[in-house]
Structure formats: structure tokens, C-alpha cells
């Protein structure tokens, strides 16, 4: 029996439970921490017409490291060099200043009505010191491209659109509109397989409850969009066990998240 036991024991995971003295006290329980995504990721509000939509924000200078070259060396150079091996990419206009670097993070990983986008966090290059307008005319609080500006300097800003709830999700699509209205097209990671179709999914489930259209540089084929996994497999997939991101960021950039 004792055997048996043991067998089921090890199955199932379980220890073998001891006994206690009742009359000793509990051991101290450590203190719950504040997991609140306020705390851990400090950001703002941002008001739209279908109520708040909470957004994390950063900005880096052109003289920004990120693995072993700067921003700016982003923008001397274009995603047209690589349009011949990638037609259907529409890279041959293309321009590093005028797209949307797109990632999310979702419910799930599969398609379909049940998955959600609970972050999308969006990269532009922007010039400091300009502010959009908002349909009334007025400044808002919505945070939109801002036009180029000769005296001004660019940064690339990150915003990180969260959605703390399945009722904010209106608010983040609303506000992910606003931001991508003046972008071209975009530049993702695997984004041509899953994110893209995943944001226009959302945005077609929720046509009749939204009062703007899903941005074009997400909705219209012929925009722009450089998938940098394909680039990726085609540079390195002999040399590395792995072309995902994580893999390419510490073997290829040199860089720890």
C-alpha cells in the first residue's frame, strides 16, 4: 500500500504531509506586494470618447544605444533597398520616419473573437515640441503624430497602449487610430502572420460601436510594412539555433531585456 502511495504521490505532484503542533504559531506570511499596473509601469490617462485608455510613455534621443549602434543610424538609411526581395512589402517609397513600429501582447496565440490585444505598444520617430490637434481643433490629450519641424531635433517615442480591462478596449483602439492616422505603413515582427490580422481583426468586431476607421497603414495592403522576420531568417537562420526575437536580440544586438 505504502507503494502505491508513493506511485500516486509522485503523479500527482503531492509531499507527503506532516503533522503539526497546533498550538505553534504560523509562520509570517510575506507581505503582498502592490501589483498594480499603475505602480509597476508608471504612466497616464489619456481621455477619448469612449472612456480612459491607459498609456506608457518614453522617449530617446537620436544619440540612443540600442544594441551596438545608435537611432540615428536608423535614419540614413531606407526599406527600399530591400523592396526586390520583398514585392509584396510595398518598401519602395518607404521611409523609417513616417511608419509605426507595432508589437502586442495578447490573450492568446490563436485567431479568433476571444483573443484580445491587452498591449500594443507603438514606436515613431516624432520632433520635439509639436503638438496635433484633435478633431475639434483643440489641442487633446490623444497622443498623435507630431509633424516634422526643421528647428527641432527628432526622438523615438514609445507608447505602450494597455488594456486593464475588457471595457477599455474601445478606448485603446481608439486612441491606437489616432496615433497611426498619419503613419504610412508599418514595421513589425512576424506582425504580417499575427499581429496585423489580429488589430484588424479587433477593429472589424467593433466597427459598429467605433466612430473611427481602422488606420491604413494597418487596414490597407498597399501600405508599407517591413516584416523584419523574414530579413532575419534570411541573414541568420544558418548561423542560429533561433531566429526568434529574444534569440536575435542577445546573439545579433548583443542586448539583455
Not at 503531492?14 to 508608471?42: G, H, I
Not at 498609456?55 to 526599406?79: H, S
Not at 494597455?162 to 486612441?175: C, I, K, N, Q, Y
Not at 496615433?179 to 479587433?202: A, C, H, K, Q, Y
Request: charged share 25%.
Amino acid at each position: 500500500m505504502s507503494s502505491t502511495l508513493d506511485r500516486l504521490r509522485r503523479l500527482h505532484g503531492l509531499r507527503p504531509q506532516t503533522r503539526t503542533d497546533p498550538d505553534l504559531p504560523e509562520p509570517p506570511r510575506p507581505a503582498a506586494r502592490n501589483r498594480r499596473l499603475e505602480v509597476l509601469a508608471p504612466g497616464d490617462e489619456i481621455e477619448t470618447e469612449h472612456g480612459p485608455c491607459y498609456v506608457v510613455t518614453n522617449r530617446y534621443e537620436m544619440d540612443t544605444v540600442r544594441g551596438r549602434r545608435a537611432l540615428a543610424d536608423l535614419l540614413i538609411r531606407t526599406p527600399a533597398g530591400l523592396a526586390p526581395l520583398y514585392p509584396s512589402a510595398c518598401l519602395t517609397d518607404a521611409d523609417f520616419q513616417r511608419v509605426a513600429f507595432i508589437d502586442t501582447e495578447t490573450t492568446g496565440l490563436g485567431g479568433g473573437a476571444s483573443v484580445y490585444a491587452f498591449m500594443v505598444g507603438v514606436g515613431t520617430f516624432e520632433f520635439k515640441g509639436q503638438r496635433a490637434k484633435g478633431k475639434s481643433g483643440e489641442d487633446d490629450d490623444l497622443p498623435q503624430f507630431a509633424t516634422r519641424n526643421s528647428q527641432s531635433s527628432p526622438q523615438f517615442v514609445v507608447r505602450q497602449f494597455f488594456m486593464r480591462h475588457p471595457g477599455e478596449e474601445l478606448a485603446l483602439l481608439t486612441a491606437l487610430a489616432d496615433l497611426l492616422g498619419d503613419r504610412s505603413g508599418v514595421v513589425t515582427f512576424n506582425g504580417r502572420s499575427f499581429d496585423v490580422p489580429l488589430l484588424r481583426g479587433r477593429y472589424k468586431l467593433n466597427r459598429h460601436y467605433l466612430n473611427v476607421d481602422a488606420p491604413n497603414a494597418l487596414w490597407n495592403d498597399a501600405a508599407p510594412h517591413l516584416d523584419l522576420l523574414h530579413p532575419a531568417r534570411r541573414l541568420w537562420k544558418g548561423r542560429l539555433d533561433s531566429c526568434s526575437l529574444g534569440s536575435l536580440e542577445r546573439s545579433i544586438l548583443a542586448h539583455q531585456r
